[in-house]
Structure formats: C-alpha cells, structure tokens
C-alpha cells in the first residue's frame, strides 16, 4: 500500500520559512531514488498546481516561477523522504501542500494530470 504523508505545514508570517517533509513507504517494483516526486498546492478556489520537482534518476529539478528563487526541493533517498524548504513566504503561498510520486522515466512535469501517488496534504497559511 502506498503511503505518501506530508508534514510540517503551519501558519507564519509573511517572510518567514517553513520546510515540509514527505514520507514515503509501500511504493512498488522500483527504489525510491528511482520515482519521479514533487509538490503541488491548492488554495482555496483555485485548480491544483506545480510548486516544484525532481526527476527520478538523473535528479533534474523544476520549479513555478512563483518559487524560483524562494522554495528549494530536495530528497533523502537513505530516508525515502521528500522536502520542500521555503523561504520569504507570501500570503499567495497559503495553500494545501501535497506530495506526489510517480515511476520516472525520467520525468517530472509540474502537470498534476501525469502524478498518480498522492498525498492527503499538509496546510501552510502565510498572514500578512
């Protein structure tokens, strides 16, 4: 059974930074190092989106441009674990935060269409 269980989400202020991890177990045929992950948000009203991914394999990574600069997305392969540390956050950043795995082929589009593991997500609310 595939479990994908993000954390660390939390209400700051604008300008400050949080990290969110995701954990990953049960994903089959493949190592961990192999799939595809990324980070997706939903505000509310609004169509899910890409924050950020990294490319099984190779390790390409890929951001929005509404992050660039701002979020970092990493792995630990050793713990199966996703992050996403953001930094200078803005109240446009309060959204559910999902985690997403998918085996590679050396892709990683920020298209929620192509992911098929997700997340229950974690919430992230930035005040002004």
């Known amino acids: 059974q595939v479990q994908l269980v993000e954390s660390g989400g939390d209400s700051v202020q604008s300008g400050g930074s949080l990290r969110l991890s995701c954990a990953a177990s049960?994903?089959?045929?493949?190592?961990?190092?192999?799939?595809?992950v990324g980070w997706f948000r939903q505000a509310p009203g609004k169509e899910r989106e890409g924050v950020a991914t990294?490319?099984?394999?190779?390790?390409?990574?890929y951001s929005a441009d509404s992050v660039k600069g701002r979020f970092t997305i990493s792995r630990d392969n050793a713990k199966n674990t996703l992050y996403l540390q953001m930094n200078s956050l803005k109240p446009e950043d309060t959204a559910e935060y999902y985690c997403?795995?998918?085996?590679?082929?050396?892709?990683?589009?920020?298209?929620?269409?192509?992911?098929?593991?997700w997340g229950q997500g974690t919430q992230v609310t930035v005040s002004s």
């Open positions: 997403a795995a998918d085996r590679s082929g050396g892709s990683c589009p920020l298209i929620t269409t192509w992911w098929n593991y």
């Open positions: 049960g994903l089959p045929s493949i190592p961990f190092n192999a799939y595809s």
């Open positions: 990294i490319c099984g394999g190779g390790g390409r990574t």
